[in-house]
């Protein structure tokens, strides 16, 4: 009996230190398999955001030389006319894109989610804009836009009528920006929102129908309760990528077109100041700006969510 108690205590103290070495050993092949994507985030993403935000509060010379500046770069921007002009569009830009673009791609989505014949080719078909590169949508859409050739105004003289300056009028340059973007970007919020109605239990509308539930009731009393963590993920998303719009303007509009102070992004004057004026210190500034901004905006969605986002 002794030596079995003895043989028992024994294991019982080499237990925890084999726990211990495996726990050890399983936490190193860990960060192991973690270290290139946390070496990546911190080389492309981090360290950019620290960088920018130092440069921020400096004033940048011709040859790529720089000083410290303190505030200046943040007080000029309270003077600064184009900034506020480029909110403004951005924030006109964003009220028309966002909404408009989910309601249309939640329409898409169930139309497409429907017994239909050729629904593949109909969703491949929305998707198309997707797949295509950004620079390749704005020339194509450029041409159709054009006030001399394009085909819209062609269209328009068959029955009379003649076509605006579609991309050159400050009046309705940025609203054909507008339309470009909503059609560009359907097909992707389109997927994400056919896997969150392929995710709804069939059950709910057996019993709708049993119920004699018609198909606008199902849609507003099933379908977009349960869809709203989608509507929630995809909105998001979508205001972070409406206030970071540039390429679409950058492509379409002419760096000597009169619509050009009526149409740029927040992005584009900070391209601007970057690339074109060498100003880089306020450039940096723009863009802390923009960043504290999409948080705030981001943080404010994240709270709200609980109020209206059903995740059960």
């Known amino acids: 009996m002794p030596l079995q108690v003895e043989m028992q205590e024994n ?22 398999m973690i270290a290139p994507t946390m070496l990546g985030l911190f080389i492309f993403y981090l360290w950019p ?8 509060f400096t004033e940048w010379g011709a040859f790529g030389q720089y000083a410290w500046a303190g505030l200046s770069n943040y007080k000029r921007m309270l003077h600064d006319s184009n900034l506020l002009q480029s909110f403004k569009n951005t924030g006109i830009y964003i009220i028309f894109t966002v909404p408009i673009g989910i309601f249309l791609s939640i329409i898409v989505a ?11 080719v109909y969703r491949t078909l929305y998707f198309l804009p997707v797949i295509t590169m950004p620079a390749a949508i704005a020339m194509v859409w450029k041409w159709l ?3 001399d050739y394009g085909l819209l105004n062609y269209l328009l003289s068959i029955f009379g009528i003649k076509g605006p300056q579609w991309v050159s009028d400050p009046k309705i340059a940025l609203y054909s920006v507008i339309v470009v973007a909503i059609w560009s970007g359907i097909g ?3 997927v994400i929102f056919l896997s969150g109605l ?36 995809v909105t998001v998303m979508s205001l972070i990528g409406a206030f970071q719009v540039f390429d679409l303007i950058f492509m379409m509009i002419g760096t000597g077109s009169p619509a050009l102070e009526h ?4 992005v584009y004057l900070f391209y601007q100041h ?39």
């Open 188 to 190: 992707y919020n389109m």
């Open 274 to 312: 970057a690339f074109v004026l060498n100003d880089k210190g306020y450039a940096a500034a723009i863009a802390v700006l923009l960043l504290f901004i999409i948080l705030i905006i981001t943080a404010i969605q994240m709270v709200l969510q609980k109020k209206w986002v059903h995740y059960d």
């Open 198 to 233: 392929q995710g709804i239990p069939k059950t709910y509308y057996e019993a709708a129908e049993i119920d004699g539930a018609g198909p606008i009731k199902v849609f507003f009393k099933i379908t977009l309760p349960l869809l709203t963590p989608v509507i929630f993920f």
């Open 145 to 147: 836009y054009n006030s």
């Open 110 to 120: 169930v139309l497409l989610n429907q017994k239909i014949k050729g629904k593949s």
């Open 11 to 32: 294991r019982k103290l080499k237990i925890p230190t084999l726990t211990k070495t495996r726990k050890r050993s399983d936490y190193f092949w860990a960060y192991c």
């Open 49 to 56: 955001i620290i960088q920018t935000f130092y440069f921020s």
């Open 263 to 266: 149409t740029q992004s927040i």
